[in-house]
């Protein structure tokens, strides 16, 4: 029996599209229907979740944006310039299966993924970023070009002594020597997202470097995804906010998604450090089992991120047609 592959619709399938995000390892929140119509009404992009069924089961989701301004059109997951945490294809009940089983339907369950992309979009470009899912060799046959991409990953699968003691010694020592006295590590509010995603914004300002996550759509994604998905964790001192970090939360996984930023203030106490130290230390606290740091790509930040002891893990970027592309960006640049 082949696999079949439905089309769900992003407004009056949400629940039956969420079970089925729910149901696999392979996801994270923004795969919610309710993150997804986020990220397609802040990019001016249009949904497509895309299904895969042998029978009656569940194979895979593929959550799709298609991109169209004439007859330039691109297929993406996530969103052009949406700055959300990875996406692509993501399976379900395949564990139980032996590995040519499994490999079958998956090939199986992309193939025809690919099948309706071509044939429903047909598009000039398409750009996926897939994490957490490692059989991507149905792409490479199918012609598309793969190239890894780079994330540290902390395993918590430890106590919170064994966990800290594998932190460099300046790490260890930063954590340890912060006065409690003279600051607090918080949940924070809506109003916090807000003042986070600032905060990332000026950095990047000040370094000439573009920043598109708009603080709205952070705050419209805190409101909107379940309690708990999204966590502004903020860093007080004397009642004023100096910092913070923007936690994305799955089932096993938390994502150091945005912020972590140099602060500006002058205050004595390793703000990032300790921040990123109750971060993981409430998620191995609520049995998370990983805290990926998102991102391994920029040497400077990387010497930051090593000094958890993280461990290198590959996502994929994964690729297909190259004319139209410059047209592609530079026409979405402008109207965005």
């Excluded at 297929?75 to 032996?98: E, H, I, M, Q, T």
């Excluded at 025809?112 to 992309?117: A, F, T, V």
Aim: aromatic residues 12%.
């Amino acid at each position: 029996m082949s696999v079949e592959i439905r089309v769900f619709d992003p407004r009056t399938d949400t629940e039956e599209w969420n079970r089925y995000v729910d149901r696999s390892d392979g996801t994270n929140p923004f795969f919610r229907a309710e993150a997804l119509r986020l990220q397609a009404d802040d990019t001016d992009t249009r949904l497509h979740l895309l299904a895969g069924f042998k029978g009656q089961e569940a194979v895979g989701i593929f959550p799709l944006f298609e991109y169209r301004r004439g007859p330039i059109a691109g297929a993406f997951s996530p969103a052009p310039r949406s700055w959300s945490p990875y996406l692509g294809p993501a399976v379900l009940n395949v564990d139980k299966l032996k590995q040519r089983k499994a490999d079958r339907r998956i090939k199986r369950f992309l193939d025809g993924c690919l099948e309706w992309i071509d044939e429903e979009l047909s598009p000039m470009y398409t750009k996926f970023v897939a994490a957490e899912f490692d059989d991507v060799r149905p792409f490479v046959w199918n012609e598309y070009d793969v190239c890894p991409g780079y994330t540290y990953v902390v395993d918590m699968d430890c106590t919170e002594d064994e966990l800290l003691s594998r932190f460099s010694s300046d790490a260890r020592s930063n954590v340890r020597n912060a006065d409690e006295e003279t600051y607090v590590i918080e949940e924070g509010t809506a109003d916090d997202v807000g003042r986070i995603v600032d905060q990332v914004a000026a950095r990047y300002e000040n370094q000439g470097r573009p920043f598109h996550l708009s603080e709205s759509f952070a705050r419209r994604a805190y409101e909107r995804l379940p309690d708990g998905s999204l966590r502004p964790y903020v860093c007080r001192v004397d009642g004023e906010f100096q910092g913070g970090i923007l936690v994305v939360e799955s089932d096993r996984t938390r994502y150091r998604w945005q912020g972590g930023v140099k602060p500006d203030a002058d205050v004595d106490l390793a703000i990032n450090d300790v921040l990123d130290w109750h971060v993981m230390r409430d998620g191995l606290e609520a049995g998370i089992e990983r805290y990926d740091m998102v991102g391994a790509g920029v040497p400077s930040i990387n010497r930051y991120k090593a000094k958890f002891n993280p461990r290198l893990e590959i996502h994929f970027e994964i690729t297909a047609g190259t004319f139209g592309l410059d047209v592609v960006v530079d026409r979405y640049r402008k109207l965005r």
